[in-house]
């Protein structure tokens, strides 16, 4: 009987030492799994706004009244962190136009948009653009054009391939496989950024011609640091990654590139009428859309809304 109770105590002991170790063992992996995503997966948003806001500062009690509003009038259950560098925008919208299987936008399957580089500096006479500089890389070599390629390149493959993939869970877990690789995200995002800029550059010969443009352009031509396509590229766009993010201008800009609908909730702007902005010219607005969350017009995270079936 006595060997019977030692038995008994050693298997209790046994279990729950192997727990523990289950328990260590799930947590390192989580751990290992998400220290390189730079879009986290979701967590709940009433559970978030609670760990982070605390307190009864005047500051807490907005915010958590802002985050009850998102939860209860605008649906957002769920929120994912995005790392808050100055890609940050950038980032959260491309992700989420992966993750959602948006189509890469029709112009940009009618041109051969690898060839936009040289089209710009040999056909168009902008010679400028090989003083392009790509975010915090700090690129001094003289091949803007050739890397420009590359970047074009590695983003229409990706959009083009997850695009392609039809069931939503290969789709997320491929997606979070991309935003991992820091070189790919960065190459990415700089594309993105050469495409803003062709459009501006599109838009001021359009301007130059008297035709059409969409409203925001005029807005962005009036500023004194962006009065053409140089200025806007030189003052702006340059430092977008290194020492800036995108400011309202540049979020229409993305928006019209793109061609998704941005809509933007700004908790610190709750109970105004500047709470809740769409970035979206009026032929957009039956499109794609994508949605950000800031506290502080900075850093920016994904709402998750919960959509009826």
């Known amino acids: 009987m006595a060997l019977f109770t030692i038995a008994l105590w050693y298997c209790r002991q046994l279990y729950a030492y192997l727990g523990h170790l289950l328990k260590w063992w799930s947590r390192y992996l989580q751990r290992k799994f998400t220290k390189n995503q730079s879009v986290r997966p979701e967590v709940d948003l009433l559970g978030?706004?609670?760990?982070?806001?605390?307190?009864e500062t005047r500051q807490a009690r907005k915010m958590r009244e802002a985050y009850e509003d998102l939860f209860w009038r605008h649906h957002v259950k769920s929120i994912r962190q995005v790392s808050g560098d100055n890609y940050c925008v950038l980032r959260a919208v491309l992700f989420q136009i992966f993750n959602q299987g948006?189509?890469?936008?029709?112009?940009?399957?009618?041109?051969?948009?690898?060839?936009?580089?040289?089209?710009?500096?040999?056909?168009?006479?902008?010679?400028?653009?090989?003083?392009?500089?790509?975010?915090?890389?700090?690129?001094?070599?003289?091949?803007?054009?050739?890397?420009?390629?590359?970047?074009?390149?590695?983003?229409?493959?990706?959009?083009?391939?997850?695009?392609?993939?039809?069931?939503?869970?290969?789709?997320?877990?491929?997606?979070?496989?991309?935003f991992r690789d820091e070189n790919v995200e960065h190459q990415m995002f700089e594309a993105v950024k050469f495409i803003m800029l062709?459009?501006?550059?599109?838009?001021?010969?359009?301007?130059?011609?008297?035709?059409?443009?969409?409203?925001?352009?005029?807005?962005?031509f009036m500023r004194d640091t962006s009065l053409d396509p140089l200025s806007y590229m030189i003052n702006h766009l340059n430092s977008v990654?290194?020492?800036?993010?995108?400011?309202?201008?540049?979020?229409?800009?993305?928006?019209?590139?793109?061609?998704?609908?941005?809509?933007?909730?700004?908790?610190?702007?709750f109970n105004s009428k500047d709470f809740q902005i769409n970035y979206v010219e009026a032929y957009q607005r039956n499109g794609h859309e994508v949605s950000l969350l800031t506290e502080d017009d900075q850093h920016y995270h994904i709402p998750v809304i919960q959509t009826e079936n």
């Open 48 to 55: 978030y706004c609670a760990h982070k806001w605390k307190g």
């Open 102 to 178: 948006i189509p890469l936008p029709p112009w940009m399957k009618a041109i051969d948009v690898l060839k936009l580089p040289e089209k710009l500096l040999y056909s168009q006479g902008c010679n400028w653009i090989q003083q392009y500089s790509f975010g915090p890389e700090q690129y001094t070599c003289s091949n803007t054009l050739g890397k420009l390629r590359k970047c074009i390149d590695m983003l229409k493959n990706q959009w083009m391939e997850i695009s392609g993939i039809k069931d939503s869970y290969e789709r997320g877990s491929l997606c979070s496989s991309l």
């Open 198 to 220: 062709y459009q501006v550059i599109e838009a001021y010969e359009c301007l130059n011609n008297k035709e059409h443009i969409p409203s925001f352009f005029h807005l962005l």
């Open 241 to 269: 990654g290194d020492k800036r993010g995108l400011d309202q201008i540049d979020m229409f800009l993305l928006g019209y590139s793109l061609q998704v609908k941005i809509i933007v909730y700004r908790l610190s702007k």
